[in-house]
């Protein structure tokens, strides 16, 4: 994240952060579906 902050500094970038439904998220983290249901977890 330092790095992420420097290069934006240092470029005059506007970077925009892209983050999941914390929800949806918090769902598929819990549950580990990327062990079980891999395909549906990269879907949400």
Do not use: G
Not at 20 to 43: I, S
Request: aromatic residues 10%; glycine residues 0%.
């Amino acid at each position: 994240m330092d790095y992420k902050e420097r290069l934006t500094s240092s470029f005059n970038l506007n970077v925009v952060d892209v983050l999941p439904d914390p929800t949806q998220n918090a769902l598929t983290t819990e549950e580990q579906w990327w062990k079980e249901h891999p395909r549906l977890c990269c879907t949400i």
